[in-house]
C-alpha cells in the first residue's frame, strides 16, 4: 500500500514539473496555458505507448498507481469547473440586451443547426467506428453541442492576453459566451442522460435538471445571506474545504443520476455568491480555481491514457476536416451574423465570431463526459478533439487578422466614401 501511494506521489511530482514546463513554454509562444496543457497532457499516453508500448506504460502508470492520480486529476477537474460556473454569472454585463441576444442566438443556435448536420453524415455516411452504437438522439445532442460551445475560461485569459478585455467586443463576447455555456451544459447532461437510461427517460431528466437548477438557485440564495457571508468572511479556509467537498459530493450525485458531473460542479460554482472583487465569497472561489489550475493537468493526463489506452490506431483526415471547417464556419458566421441583426458593426461582427471560436477546455470535459459515456468513439473523441485544439490555437492569429483587414480598410475608404487620393 505504501508502495502505492510512494510510486503515485512520484508520478504526480512529474506531472506537476511538466505542467511548470509548459507554463514557461505557453508564455514564451504566446498561447493560453490551458491549451498546451491539454495538448500535452493527452500525448503523454501515446507517447509512453509509442516508445515502450504497454509494458512501459503498466510500468510507469500501474492500475492501481493510475486510480490514485484519477483521483487527483477529477478532484482538479471538480475545483476548475466551480471557478468556471462561478465566472459565468458573475461577468459584468454592460452590454445591450438586444445585441446580446441576437448574439447568442448566432453563436449558439446556427453552431448547434450545423452540428447536427455533421452529425447526419456521421449517421448516414461515415464508417461505422466513426459513428459506434450509441443512441441516436445522445449522439446528435452531443456532436451539434460540440461545435456550439466556447471556452469561457480560455476566452476570458485571451481577452486579457489581448488587451481587449475592457472593450465593447471584450465585454460582448464574454456574455455571450457564458450564455452560450450555460445553454451548452444542459445540453450535455441531456445527452449523457439519455445514453445512461439516468432518471428514467427524458421526462424524468428535465425534471432532475430543473431541480438542480432550482436547487442551486435556492443555495445561492441561502448563501447570499448577511449570516452566511460573515461566517465566510471568518471561517474561510472551513468554507474553501467545505465548497471542495460538496463539490466533490454534486458531481459524485450526478454521476449516479446518470448525468456528467461536470454539470454538477458548474452548478456549485453557479451557487457560490458574487460579491465583488474583494467578497469573501469571491477570496474562497479564487483558492478554489487555483488549486484547479494546479491539479487539472493530471486530469489531462488520465484522460489521454484512458481514451487512447490501446493506441490511436487509424485515423481518418476528412472527418477532421469536415467537422474543424464546419466549426469555425458556424462559429465566424453565426456570431457574425447574429452581431449584425442586433446593430452592431462589421468590425465587431467579425471580432465577435472569431472570438466564440475558442473551445479549448469546455470542449475537452464536453467530449471527455461524452466518452465515458459511451457515446463518442476514440476515432470520434479524436476527431473532435483536433478541431477543438485548431479552433482554440486560431483564435488569437485570426482576431490579428480581422483588426488588420478592418483598420486597413478604414484607411483606403475615408469618410466622404471615395478611394484615397
Known amino acids: 500500500m505504501m508502495a502505492q501511494v510512494l510510486h503515485a506521489v512520484l508520478v504526480l511530482a512529474a506531472l506537476f514539473a511538466l505542467a511548470y514546463a509548459v507554463r514557461i513554454v505557453a508564455r514564451l509562444v504566446r498561447q493560453p ?22 509494458r512501459l506504460r503498466d510500468t510507469l502508470l500501474p492500475a492501481t498507481v493510475l486510480e490514485w492520480v484519477a483521483v487527483v486529476g477529477q478532484v482538479g477537474l471538480v475545483l476548475f469547473l466551480i471557478g468556471v460556473g462561478h465566472d459565468l454569472h458573475t461577468r459584468p454585463a454592460h452590454v445591450g440586451r438586444r445585441a446580446v441576444g441576437w448574439a447568442s442566438a448566432g453563436g449558439f443556435l446556427v453552431p448547434l443547426a450545423i452540428g447536427a448536420g455533421f452529425a447526419v453524415w456521421v449517421l448516414t455516411a461515415a464508417d461505422p467506428g466513426l459513428r459506434g452504437s450509441a443512441p441516436t438522439p445522445a449522439l446528435v445532442l452531443l456532436l451539434s453541442v460540440s461545435l456550439a460551445v466556447t471556452a469561457v475560461p480560455v476566452l476570458a485569459r485571451l481577452l486579457d492576453e489581448l488587451g481587449v478585455a475592457d472593450t ?34 427524458v421526462s424524468g431528466l428535465a425534471g432532475v435538471l430543473v431541480a438542480s437548477v432550482l436547487g442551486m438557485a435556492g443555495t445561492r440564495r441561502l448563501l447570499r445571506t448577511e449570516v452566511a457571508g460573515r461566517w465566510c468572511a471568518r471561517f474561510p479556509r472551513v468554507v474553501v474545504l467545505l465548497a471542495a467537498a460538496g463539490g466533490m459530493v454534486v ?37 478554489l480555481a487555483r488549486g484547479g489550475r494546479l491539479l487539472v493537468p493530471v486530469f489531462f493526463v488520465v484522460t489521454g491514457i484512458t481514451v487512447f ?38 468590425r465587431d461582427g467579425l471580432r465577435l465570431g472569431v472570438l466564440l471560436n475558442a473551445r479549448g477546455m469546455t470542449e475537452l470535459v464536453v467530449l471527455q463526459a461524452g466518452y ?47 478611394s484615397g487620393e
Open 33 to 54: 496555458v490551458v491549451f498546451l496543457e491539454i495538448v500535452v497532457g493527452l500525448a503523454v499516453g501515446p507517447l509512453i505507448l509509442a516508445v515502450g508500448g504497454t
Open 251 to 287: 458531481f459524485a450525485t450526478m454521476e449516479s443520476w446518470g448525468l456528467t458531473g461536470a454539470f454538477g460542479a458548474i452548478l456549485v460554482g453557479f451557487a457560490i455568491p458574487a460579491d465583488g472583487p474583494d467578497g469573501a465569497w469571491q477570496r474562497v472561489v479564487a483558492v
Open 309 to 346: 489506452a490501446t493506441g490511436l490506431g487509424p485515423v481518418s483526415w476528412f472527418p477532421i476536416v469536415l467537422a474543424t471547417v464546419l466549426a469555425v464556419c458556424g462559429k465566424v458566421c453565426g456570431g457574425y451574423v447574429g452581431s449584425r441583426l442586433g446593430g452592431q458593426s462589421h
Open 168 to 201: 465593447h467586443a471584450g465585454r460582448m463576447s464574454m456574455v455571450v459566451a457564458v450564455i452560450i455555456d450555460a445553454g451548452a451544459w444542459l445540453i450535455v447532461a441531456l445527452a449523457v442522460g439519455l445514453v445512461s437510461g439516468g432518471s428514467g427517460g
Open 372 to 418: 465515458v459515456a459511451g457515446i463518442l468513439t476514440p476515432a470520434m473523441f479524436m476527431t473532435l478533439l483536433v478541431m477543438a485544439l485548431v479552433t482554440t490555437a486560431m483564435t488569437r492569429p485570426a482576431y490579428a487578422l480581422v483588426e488588420r483587414m478592418t483598420s486597413t480598410r478604414r484607411i483606403e475608404q475615408p469618410a466622404n466614401g471615395r
